[in-house]
Nanobody, 124 residues
Framework: QVQLVESGGGLVQAGGSLRLSCVAS????????MGWYRQTPGKQRELVAQ????????????NIADSVKGRFTISRDDAKNTVYLQMNSLKPEDTAVYYC?????????????WGQGTQVTVSE
């Protein structure tokens, strides 16, 4: 059974920091691209940051959304089956539910797994 369990969300003042963690089980973590998405009510889920599998490039390659570039960083620890999202200089517009994603291409097509989400609220 695949499980992605996020933690680290909460309430923080603008300018503050949070670190989200996502621990994966039931998958071969190292071969998956790992990502963080966020969603607010009435809006589509959007990609925040992604880190590719570390099999080719140690630590993987990262892709960061323009809206958080320079403030958020993503990293992975394959030994711990964990992906992190370090969020600094948080803004009220970063308020959302943040979801962890595991993605890979299988023989039968793309495979995506999602966590249950963790709420991040940034106050003025």
């Amino acid at each position: 059974q695949v499980q992605l369990v996020e933690s680290g969300g909460g309430l923080v003042q603008a300018g503050g920091s949070l670190r989200l963690s996502c621990v994966a089980s039931g998958i071969r973590f190292s071969i998956n691209d790992m990502g963080w998405y966020r969603q607010t009510p009435g809006k589509q889920r959007e990609l925040v940051a992604q880190v590719t599998s570390g099999l080719v490039v140690t630590g993987g390659n990262t892709n960061i959304a323009d809206s958080v570039k320079g403030r958020f960083t993503i990293s992975r620890d394959d030994a711990k089956n964990t992906v992190y999202l370090q969020m600094n200089s948080l803004k009220p517009e970063d308020t959302a539910v943040y979801y962890c994603n595991a993605h890979r291409i299988s023989g039968s097509g793309p495979l995506d797994y999602w966590g249950q989400g963790t709420q991040v609220t940034v106050s003025e």
